[in-house]
């Protein structure tokens, strides 16, 4: 049995001691009854003999290993199989039960089979950085007690994966850097997870009034272009438990509402590579705990308010590549700052004079109700002409 992370031990150990009194009584079986086992397989332990089953079909479905994780995978014991952690059943100590699959970093080519859903009681599944493509199976819904799921860097495609919202105790869901498509759900955002990394796929959706409702710590949309939509002004209802928000190259057209400054939780804020404008609100002077701000590469204008280059843990400030024409010398002193490609006289590396001035030229930006940038306003009408009176015979 190969020894897996601490979080991965501590998550499992969490949903098997922690959420099973709750579960217990309305877990249902899984929806696919185990196909007849080897006599060899016969442990009278009935969580284990579906365990063998899913296990097996896994491996079957494997068409490369490179490194031989799976080459132990023989017989009835998959307690002691590489990469598959074993505890005691939650609702019999006296049982073991398949808690956790951690075969990360495996470099496995091949897809998931359905049988995986007969992992009835696991609480940890990693298959992060493999090849395995297809989707992920349906049966996954009936995993009632998994708490983290991890799949990101691998091959995997489909829609966004429905049967997660069907998962009542998932916390950590990591499905990056696969080829997911389509549309994301806005219910993901209402459910009660702790962290949710869905960027570099290929989703395409704009943010639903949902997303302030998550009670996420960390949201990665980063990498995801066609995503559209705006920062509502409700964004400081995720003041709560909100750490890290990054929504790096994410397609947003939107000004930064000043409700902002009221996630005083938030420890890191990427905004960068979008269309962003407007001014930055100085309410981000009240995100106390903020270490990283990155704005770079978007279309903000004005001055750099000083109390956001006050904040006491602020360790790295880039907003480069804007349009900013003055920061206070306050900002001079942050630990690490990129204020290049910008208006600001007597710094560095700025915009040319002429870039600049056509800038200022343009409309001022001016941000709806929803933190949406409205459009501009119509020209007034010209005045009416009067028509000279006709010549009086």
């Not at 009194?21 to 696919?32: E, I």
């Not at 069907?166 to 869901?173: D, E």
Request: charged share 15%; proline share 11%; aromatic share 6%.
């Amino acid at each position: 049995m190969t020894r897996m992370s601490s979080r991965a031990v501590a998550a499992a150990f969490l949903v098997l001691t922690v959420a099973w009194p709750l579960l217990a009584s309305a877990q249902p079986a899984p929806s696919m009854p185990p196909p007849s086992l080897p006599a060899a397989a016969a442990t009278n332990n009935s969580r284990l003999e579906k365990a063998y089953v899913a296990l097996q079909a896994l491996k079957r479905a494997i068409t490369d290993d490179p490194k031989k994780l799976t080459k132990n995978w023989c017989g009835p014991d998959v307690c002691n199989y590489f990469g598959v952690y074993c505890a005691p059943a939650p609702d019999d100590p006296c049982q073991r039960t398949v808690a956790g699959v951690d075969l990360n970093h495996g470099d496995l080519a091949g897809t998931l089979p359905e049988e995986l859903g007969l992992l009835s009681d696991l609480a940890v599944f990693h298959l992060n950085s493999n090849r395995f493509c297809g989707s992920l199976p349906e049966s996954l819904r009936s995993l009632h007690l998994l708490h983290e799921i991890d799949v990101s860097n691998n091959q995997l495609s489909g829609p966004f994966p429905s049967q997660l919202l069907c998962l009542p105790n998932v916390q950590y869901v990591d499905i990056r850097f696969n080829n997911f498509c389509g549309e994301v759900p806005a219910a993901i955002f209402d459910k009660k997870i702790d962290a949710l990394f869905i960027n570099n796929n290929h989703f395409e959706f704009s943010l639903p009034v949902s997303f302030t409702n998550s009670t996420a710590s960390v949201i990665v949309l980063a990498n995801l272009p066609r995503v559209s939509g705006c920062l509502p002004s409700s964004i400081g209802d995720m003041a709560g438990t909100l750490n890290e928000l990054i929504l790096l190259n994410s397609g947003i057209s939107s000004c930064i509402p000043p409700e902002i400054g009221k996630l005083d939780k938030l420890t890191v804020l990427d905004l960068s590579f979008n269309n962003i404008a407007g001014t930055l609100p100085d309410t981000i002077g009240n995100m106390r705990a903020l270490e990283q701000l990155d704005v770079a590469h978007n279309q903000l204008a004005g001055e750099i308010p000083e109390s956001i280059c006050e904040l006491p843990h602020l360790k790295n400030f880039t907003y480069s590549y804007n349009f900013f024409c003055g920061e206070p010398h306050r900002c001079l002193e942050v630990p690490r700052i990129d204020d290049r490609q910008n208006c600001i006289a007597g710094r560095p590396d700025q915009r040319p004079g002429e870039q600049c001035i056509s800038f200022l030229h343009q409309p001022r930006v001016q941000c709806d109700a929803h933190g949406c940038i409205a459009p501009p306003s119509p020209p007034p009408p010209p005045p009416p002409v009067h028509a000279p009176p006709p010549p009086v015979y």
